[in-house]
């Protein structure tokens, strides 16, 4: 299905909506682009626009609020453009009080490391915790993404063209050339078999079997290291602003759910793995 922004543009402003919705509900269908253009509109069903709301959740965190303005993007632009009624209401998420996933103490992540001895796997843990990284941010993570001098790892999302800097913790400067120089990977730098992007299930793996090895009984997933990360952060008395901007939220509300801001200089931040 080709998407027509101009006369969705056209039949909001017809409709007298707001400048600002306007923007928003043009966004969010710019966004669904790639997935529109997959079907033919009459073949476009609310069981498959739940599936990628759902592919949204998993990768790329989107927020309760934003779930609903997609839907309601998608169910204007159906109404308006193509003239067809599409109840999405159904799907639409529940007020539900947020629950952030387990998070562990510095201490746990100390020993997960710890009794970690492949080193490929010891690099996934430290990745994962020291940058906050979220699952498919380490799967697509290249070795050019990643600078050493500077002590940055340079993060783009190539669907949604956005990109954020992190910090690259003094503790991977050091064993990431051993890493390199052992397993001489080609472009990613956690490689799978062929130089292929390692995947996910291998990586929760590594996450699991390390938790089991520091005798934790709580689940633990690459998810609950990003948590922690984050927690540890505010912990330490970094800023929520300039967390909310490592981890990548696009509202400060999802970050706020960690714990009470607290002012910091974001000069002074060091990565929690550095200070385990």
């Known amino acids: 299905m080709k998407i027509n922004i101009e006369l969705f543009r056209n039949q909001l402003q017809t409709h007298k909506y707001s400048e600002s919705s306007i923007h928003s509900y043009i966004n969010c269908i710019k966004q669904l682009k790639h997935f529109f253009q997959k079907y033919e509109s009459n073949a476009i069903t609310i069981e498959l626009i739940k599936n990628h709301i759902s592919w949204l959740i998993q990768e790329k965190s989107i927020s309760q609020s934003y779930q609903k303005q997609i839907l309601f993007a998608i169910q204007k632009y159906f109404d308006l453009v193509l003239n067809k009624e599409l109840n999405l209401s159904a799907i639409y998420p529940r007020r539900l009080e947020y629950h952030l996933p387990n998070c562990i103490s510095k201490l746990q992540i100390k020993e997960m490391i710890d009794k970690t001895a492949n080193l490929k796997h010891k690099i996934i843990l430290c990745l994962l915790y020291s940058a906050g990284l979220r699952l498919f941010e380490l799967l697509n993570l290249r070795i050019k993404d990643i600078d050493l001098v500077n002590k940055k790892i340079h993060i783009l ?34 490689e799978g078999q062929g130089g292929k992007a390692y995947s996910g299930k291998s990586v929760q793996e590594v996450v699991k079997q390390a938790a089991s090895r520091s005798g934790l009984i709580i689940p633990v997933t690459p998810q609950c290291l990003r948590h922690s990360f984050a927690s540890h952060l505010i912990e330490n008395g970094t800023d929520i602003h300039y967390v909310q901007e490592l981890l990548g939220h696009q509202s400060i509300k999802t970050t706020e759910n960690y714990t009470h801001t607290s002012d910091f200089s974001k000069t002074n931040i060091q990565s929690p793995l550095d200070i385990l």
């Not at 503790?171 to 472009?187: D, F, G, M, N, W």
Request: charged share 30%; aromatic share 14%.
């Open 157 to 190: 999302h190539v669907k949604d063209k956005t990109e954020r800097i992190v910090m690259l913790s003094y503790s991977l400067t050091e064993i990431l050339p051993k890493y390199y120089e052992k397993y001489k990977p080609v472009s990613f730098v956690v």
